[in-house]
């Protein structure tokens, strides 16, 4: 309960993983409904009817960690889940959307790598995705660095209808694909000047 109460106060919501129903499944339904001002309110809330309120994805769904990484360097940016763009494709492109890349959290949440065995890695010597790590501990360590990195909003208009697309219809696939493309754009973009700000702390 106490982390259900931390995590909503931050704007997020569970998503359920393996849900059939896919994009179109309630939760993510919930937060498309805030997003756009459609809550259903209680006659003893005192909320304004048609609010928007923003919300907080985590579009890569995980912390990647830097033992992942061989060489050291590369490109970190893992795959970006379709929540997002269902999100974006469904609401007017006059909606704010503003990448955000952090850089330190893998030292304040560590996970100790899987064995790191022939039948583990990848031929490229990576550790695949999917193998997890082992949390190392749930309480943050204290007295570590977090740089945060906030770029400009996104334009997604020639993209997204004016009015947005019906999020309980299945959004075309092609559609999902050109936004993510364009959030990742700007999420790498974002990811370099992190890469140049430790280049310039470590010299």
Same mark, same amino acid.
């Given at each position: 309960?106490?982390?259900?109460?931390?995590?909503?106060?931050?704007?997020?919501?569970?998503?359920?993983?393996?849900?059939? &129903?896919?994009?179109?499944?309630?939760? /993510?339904?919930? /937060?498309?409904? &805030?997003?756009? @001002?459609?809550? !259903?309110?209680?006659?003893?809330?005192?909320?304004?009817?048609?609010?928007?309120?923003?919300?907080?994805?985590?579009?890569?769904? =995980?912390?990647?960690?830097?033992? %992942?990484?061989?060489?050291?360097?590369?490109? %970190?940016?893992?795959?970006?889940?379709?929540?997002?763009?269902?999100?974006?494709?469904?609401?007017?492109?006059?909606?704010?959307?503003?990448?955000?890349?952090?850089?330190?959290?893998? @030292?304040? /949440?560590?996970?100790?790598?899987?064995?790191? *065995?022939? *039948?583990? =890695? #990848?031929?490229?010597?990576?550790?695949?995705?999917?193998? #997890?790590? !082992?949390?190392? %501990?749930?309480?943050?360590? #204290?007295?570590? %660095?977090?740089?945060?990195?906030?770029?400009?909003?996104?334009?997604? *208009?020639?993209?997204?209808?004016?009015?947005?697309?019906?999020?309980?219809?299945?959004?075309? !696939?092609?559609?999902?694909?050109?936004?993510?493309?364009?959030?990742? *754009?700007? /999420?790498?973009?974002?990811?370099?000047?992190?890469?140049?700000? =430790?280049?310039?702390?470590?010299?």
């Amino acid at each position: 309960k106490l982390s259900a109460f931390l995590f909503h106060g931050l704007k997020c919501i569970p998503i359920r993983r393996g849900d059939m &129903r896919g994009l179109e499944c309630p939760t /993510l339904g919930a /937060l498309h409904a &805030r997003l756009n @001002g459609k809550v !259903k309110l209680q006659a003893n809330q005192k909320q304004e009817k048609g609010r928007k309120e923003w919300c907080h994805i985590m579009a890569e769904g =995980r912390i990647l960690q830097p033992w %992942r990484f061989d060489p050291v360097g590369k490109q %970190r940016l893992g795959r970006l889940r379709n929540g997002a763009a269902k999100l974006i494709a469904c609401s007017p492109p006059t909606t704010i959307v503003l990448p955000i890349f952090h850089d330190g959290i893998y @030292g304040i /949440l560590p996970e100790t790598p899987p064995d790191a *065995s022939a *039948s583990v =890695r #990848s031929k490229s010597g990576e550790i695949p995705e999917n193998k #997890s790590g !082992k949390t190392e %501990r749930w309480f943050p360590r #204290s007295g570590k %660095r977090c740089d945060v990195f906030v770029g400009k909003p996104i334009d997604f *208009s020639d993209i997204v209808p004016p009015d947005g697309l019906p999020f309980s219809e299945k959004t075309d !696939k092609e559609i999902l694909v050109a936004i993510s493309d364009r959030l990742r *754009s700007a /999420l790498l973009e974002l990811e370099q000047r992190a890469a140049d700000t =430790r280049k310039e702390l470590a010299s």
